[in-house]
Every structure is written in C-alpha cells, then in structure tokens.
C-alpha cells in the first residue's frame, strides 16, 4: 500500500522548512526511522527520520523548495503490496514531555529538532503474522546502523552523466552508481542552493565538476557553464546574463528569522549602551595559569567563561538584567535562573544556542558548555529547543578584532553584552604607564525594564570580576 509521509511540525510552530538535503531517492529502500531528508527552519538545520519501513515511491519537493509544514514531502510502498488497501495511517507522536532544563551534557551532543517527542504506538504489521514494525523515536532520530540506502539496479546503459537529472537533484549521496557496473562515483560536490540552480538552469553538475576537478561547485561556475552552452544560454535568467557581477540570494532560514527578530527587537524595545574600557591584565594572567594546570588538561578555559561566570555573579546583584517586559499581561517577568544566550556566527547567519541554569554551573562547566554549544552551531545542529528560553546574552565581538559595539537585544531578553577584543595597551598602573590587556565592554539594554543606574551597576559588577578574578569570590 502506498502511504504518504507530510511535513511534520518540527517544534515552536513554525509554519514551513526549506529541504537543504535528499538523503533518499526515488527507488530507494528505507528502515524505519533512516534519515531520509535534512530540511532548515528559521532555527535550525533538522534531520528528519522515515515514519515508515520500505520503498520510497515518489519525493514531493526538491533540495531548496520551501515546504508548508503538513504539505505531502515523501511516497512510501510498505507491506509488499502498493495496490492493496488504503492508506495507513501515520504513527502519531505522544506529546512532548516537560523538557528539564540541560546542564552542559546537552550542550556537547548535536540534538535534533524534536529529539524529546517519542511515539508510543507500533506500526501496523508488515505482512508476516504478528510481525510488528518497531516503535518511530522522536523526529530527528538518525539510524542506529549508519547503513546507506539500497539502490534498485538501473537496467538502461548509461553513465555518470547521463544519469536522470532529477534523480542528481534530488538524491544528495555522497556517491551516486552508474547502472552498467554499479561502481562508485564521487557526487559533484556543492551546496543546495547550486543544486537548485543547476536544476533549474538544466545544467549537470558532473559536467561542471569535470571543468573544476576537486573544487567545490559553486554559483558562478553554474552560471558560466550554462552561458557558455549554446543549448542552455537561454535557460539564464535576465538577471544573471546582464549582470554576472551580482548574486542574489533568497533571504530564507536562520537569516530571515533573525532579520525580523531583529527589527522587531529594535522597534520595541527602547534600546540604550552603556560602554566601559577596563585592565583584565589579571583575568590574562590567570588563564594563561590554568593551561598549566593537569586537572584542567582537556578543558579549554577563555575569557568568554570568564565573562559569562562574572555575568551571572552580577545578575545576582542587578536581577532587572534578568527580566522581561510582558507588554501584554502589564508586568516584568524577573527570572530567578540565568538561561545565558552566546551567540555565535556560523555559515547560515547568528545563532544564539543557550546555556541553561548557567549560574548553577562552575567555571570549568561553563567553559565546556560553550565550546560545546560552538561546536554544535558552527555544525549546523544546534537544535531549535537549545535556542529558545534565554534570558540574557553574550555575544563575542572580539573574536572579530572588533573592540565595541551596540548589540541589539534578543526579543523578550532586557540585556546584552558585547566583549571586545583584548589589546595589548599602554595603560595607567599604580601611578605609571605600563602595557597592560585591556577590553571594552559594550552593554545594551531595554530602558522600558532597566534604568541607567542598574545598568552601570550591573557593568561595573561585570568589569570588577575582570579587574580582579579573585572579587568572584566575594559576590553572591
């Protein structure tokens, strides 16, 4: 019977996902719960399981098509009868159980999307009497077996480039098989988005691969390949043949979601920055100390932890950092745990993964949870469910050689600080001129919640740890 497989809601009811990647082709064999597809949210990259064992009959959208979230994605036949019956219906998730706030465990290990929801009811049975399929984990769950896909021999005689280009499009193996002796042959390597313009344009990438042996396929050589075809010169868009010197990309994923967060933020909340230049020549010097240290061998300790552990040292002391303003309910939320915000930059935009209860944690505990929560955002893997719920934010501008800043607030968060990078400075030093490490500050706000005063004690809270990393011993 054939049984047809929609867009589940992937969590935080966003309405649609882009198909970034095929894991499965028409023809394709499937286990239940394979990953057969990564599709991007305006979060997050997510792997997406198969509900169902058995032969993949039909993809209904191609890598880069937008999918409404309950719109039909993939065909199965299940059962070994596609003609027989009606159609089965799909395991039904079991609500999501209260999810517990992670410490740095859940920070280490990419998870996907919906990796919480679990499904309590079998599948129906498979032919053989009272044999059962078993249970679909939670959306996301990658195969246990790492096993690739089987592919049903080809019977025509052609090559690599003569495969079916939809067949190319859609099915994104790491090796694709020519029909005659099933040999592998390494796939063009490119991005989705190339894909999508090389199937729009009729161009195949293996033919544009083999003018650029070993690079990494990209827009512009998709676009000469086509303009330079005499059978394919009219297929270029206006746009691109009057003007090759400009790309245009789809504002899609990560980058539209923060775009309209962004504006939302800035035309909400009455932003205000505070800055404040200090000597952290102590703060160097400790950590320089601890890379001696052969307890903390493994453990990478920087002046991003020590920033953030001042940070929750100094909510303590100045909890309006750690509100919200709830317009619609007429209050101010002040929260009595610290979700910290670290947002990082990655290839699809500026994600914010955050830690939770980080005021809970102790200073190695920090540093691992935000080398952990890096790693997983520069992945592509940092789950929606990890970048919701913060309460206040970090974001590194010194990583980029930048010294300040005016960040803009998260939506529902009161506080930001931006940390400048660490310069070597001549500096006043008990009465003299001396180089000392120095960093900016840069504070940003909602004056709705927060009032200059707290603002200015909350910093100097921040710049005291900084100053003299022994001072965390003294706040509570």
């Not at 065909?75 to 009606?86: K, L, P, V, W």
């Not at 029909?179 to 042959?185: F, R, Y």
Request: aromatic share 4%; hydrophobic share 45%; net charge negative.
């Amino acid at each position: 019977m054939i049984a047809e497989f929609r867009l589940p809601d992937l969590g935080e009811g966003l309405p649609e996902a882009e198909i970034v990647l095929w894991h499965v082709a028409e023809g394709d064999e499937v286990s239940l719960n394979q990953t057969i597809a990564e599709v991007e949210t305006a979060k997050a990259v997510v792997e997406i399981p198969s509900p169902y064992a058995g032969i993949v009959r039909g993809l209904h959208a191609s890598a880069g098509d937008v999918v409404a979230v309950g719109s039909p994605l993939v065909s199965f036949a299940i059962g070994g009868d596609e003609d027989a019956g009606s159609e089965p219906e799909p395991p039904k998730p079991t609500a999501a159980p209260p999810v517990d706030r992670p410490a740095e465990s859940a920070l280490d290990t990419p998870v996907s999307a919906t990796a919480e929801r679990r499904v309590a009811d079998d599948l129906r049975p498979t032919g053989r009497e009272g044999a059962a399929t078993p249970n679909l984990v939670g959306y996301g769950a990658a195969p246990t077996s790492g096993a690739r896909p089987r592919r049903r021999a080809r019977t025509t005689a052609a090559t690599v480039i003569d495969v079916d280009s939809a067949v190319h499009a859609a099915a994104p193996h790491d090796v694709v098989r020519s029909a005659p002796t099933e040999v592998p042959v390494e796939r063009p390597r490119s991005t989705p988005p190339v894909r999508k313009l090389a199937k729009d344009l009729g161009v195949d990438l293996a033919r544009v691969a083999a003018v650029h042996p070993g690079d990494l396929v990209t827009r512009a050589h998709v676009e000469e390949f086509a303009r330079t075809s005499p059978s394919l010169a009219s297929t270029v868009p206006p746009a691109v043949r009057s003007d090759p010197r400009v790309t245009r990309t789809p504002i899609r994923g990560v980058r539209k979601h923060t775009a309209a967060a962004m504006v939302r933020s800035a035309f909400t909340a009455p932003h205000a920055t505070t800055f404040l230049t200090i000597d952290v020549t102590a703060t160097t010097e400790l950590l320089a100390s601890l890379t001696h240290d052969r307890a903390l061998e493994g453990h990478r300790i920087g002046v991003l932890a020590i920033v953030a552990k001042a940070v929750c040292l100094a909510i303590g002391r100045t909890p309006a950092l750690n509100a919200r303003w709830d317009d619609e309910a007429g209050e101010i939320v002040e929260h009595h745990y610290v979700n910290l915000g670290i947002a990082a930059a990655t290839d699809r935009g500026l994600v914010v993964p955050v830690i939770r209860d980080a005021e809970t944690l102790a200073l190695v505990d920090l540093a691992d949870a935000i080398a952990g929560l890096a790693a997983t955002a520069r992945a592509g893997r940092t789950a929606p469910v990890d970048m919701t719920g913060g309460t206040f934010s970090i974001t590194n501008v010194g990583v980029f050689g930048v010294d300040a800043g005016t960040p803009i607030l998260n939506p529902g968060e009161a506080g930001i600080l931006a940390v400048g990078a660490v310069r070597r400075t001549p500096w006043e030093h008990r009465g003299e001129i001396a180089l000392r490490d120095v960093l900016t500050l840069s504070l940003s706000f909602d004056h709705r919640v927060v009032d200059g005063a707290e603002a200015a004690r909350f910093l100097t809270d921040v710049a005291g740890v900084l100053r003299e990393p022994g001072r965390a011993m003294l706040l509570r």
